[in-house]
Every structure is written in structure tokens, then in C-alpha cells.
């Protein structure tokens, strides 16, 4: 599965988590500082670490909040598709 330009081999599950807890109406940028708000030393932390390994976090961070909106969407816009597939297929309800 490719992700585009947030394409990461894996998310960190404690990222996860913290993105996790993020609404999916939240922007990328709010996302992120919610994310580097949790750190034991909040932003001097972020600043301390190298960046190729902010970086990866970077995508990290959004790869985890892309799919959570997409998850969202799917759970949200499948009764409208669904009902739409039915009328459109001619099926009977």
C-alpha cells in the first residue's frame, strides 16, 4: 500500500496511539503539535533529535491521521453508498 507522499514502512504504534486520540477534523498541523506535546520534554525534545528521525515521525504522524479520516469517512459514508448501490443495481430492499 503506498501512502503518496506520506509513504512510511510502518507507524509506530505509540504514535498511534497519540494520533489516535486526535479528532479526524484536526489539521496536519495540529495533529503534529499535538503529537510533540506529548513528548517527555515537549518541544525541546523535538528540536534535540536529528532530523531524518523527525522527519520519519513527520510521516509517521500524518500516514496515522490519513488513515483514521479515511477510516472515518468509510464508516461514516457507507450507508449513503450502500443505499445508493441499491437503488442504482435495482435491488429491492
Keep these: 500500500m503506498t501512502m503518496g507522499m506520506y509513504e512510511t514502512a510502518k507507524i509506530d504504534p505509540i504514535i498511534r496511539q497519540i494520533v489516535n486520540r486526535c479528532h479526524v477534523s484536526m489539521s496536519n498541523m495540529k495533529v ?8 517527555r520534554h515537549k518541544y525541546a525534545t523535538w528540536k534535540a533529535t536529528p532530523w531524518t528521525e523527525r522527519r520519519t515521525a513527520l510521516r509517521m504522524i500524518l500516514a496515522a491521521h490519513r488513515e483514521n479520516r479515511e477510516e472515518y469517512r468509510n464508516v461514516m459514508g457507507s450507508g449513503n453508498r450502500m443505499a445508493q448501490r441499491r437503488r442504482n443495481d435495482g435491488s429491492a430492499r
Design 32 to 39: 503534529i503539535r499535538y503529537v510533540i506535546s506529548r513528548l
